[in-house]
């Protein structure tokens, strides 16, 4: 697609249930990240796929948090058993690899208000 | 810990005035750097992005990089209202050639008084 897909664009859910997260990133990106940004907060970094490489967890905050990407396309982040402090906007980026001078596109995020 | 650090501000700066938003490293293997702008409710829009020593030009916009001060910079030259926005600075790790992820920087708030 023209730019980087997400969906759903907001989510209410109630503390306690699960939530899924999707992401689409532009054609031919080969790189795909996970960032949340909770209000008035700078961005954090959730988890970072690059091709066929095992992807980079290390910023998960919790056992609660998992994703994956399929075909080396979509990926889609999920949330078990969802707590307030989730509450933030999920934004999901892509990038060409091998370049050090590509930065990421961003998808216009999911807003994720747990209640 | 890699860390990107920013002034949170705000910054306020009068219409056509030059507003200088500035951003330390903490990583010396971070060689490329990432200027983002991000309008309230918005998501982040990359605007410069720089990764030899010295001064880069776009238009109204000039990132500067000195990487033995791990400094990085990003002057707007005859500011606009619309200029008024929280801006991202962000770093980047390459490991032998295989991009990393992006380190940002909490941001600037940037606003420009007309």
């Known amino acids: 697609g023209a730019g980087v897909s997400q969906s759903p664009s907001n989510k209410v859910t109630e503390k306690g249930k699960d939530v899924e997260l999707r992401c689409d990133p532009i054609s031919g990106h080969t790189a795909l990240y996970w960032y949340r940004q909770s209000l008035g907060q700078g961005l954090e970094f959730l988890i970072y796929?690059?091709?066929?490489?095992?992807?980079?967890k290390s910023g998960l905050p919790s056992d609660r948090f998992s994703a994956e990407r399929t075909g080396g396309s979509v990926s889609t982040l999920t949330i078990q058993r969802t707590q307030q402090e989730d509450s933030a906007v999920y934004l999901c980026a892509s990038s060409p690899s091998g370049r050090r001078d590509y930065g990421y596109t961003f998808g216009s995020g999911t807003r994720l208000t747990v209640v | 810990q890699k860390e990107v650090e920013q002034n949170s501000g705000p910054l306020s700066v009068p219409e056509g005035a030059i507003a200088s938003l500035n951003c330390t490293y903490s990583d010396r293997g971070s060689q490329s750097f990432f200027w983002y702008r991000q309008y309230s409710g918005k998501s982040p829009e990359l605007i410069m992005f720089?990764?030899?020593?010295g001064d880069k030009e776009d238009g109204r916009f000039t990132a500067q990089l000195n990487k033995a001060s791990q400094y990085v910079s990003l002057l707007i030259r005859d500011s606009q209202p619309s200029d008024s926005a929280t801006y991202l600075c962000?770093?980047?790790?390459?490991?032998?050639?295989?991009?990393?992820?992006?380190?940002f920087g909490k941001g600037t708030k940037l606003s420009v008084k007309p």
């Open positions: 796929f690059q091709g066929n490489s095992a992807p980079d």
């Open positions: 720089i990764y030899s020593n």
């Open positions: 962000a770093g980047r790790q390459n490991y032998g050639g295989s991009q990393g992820n992006l380190i």
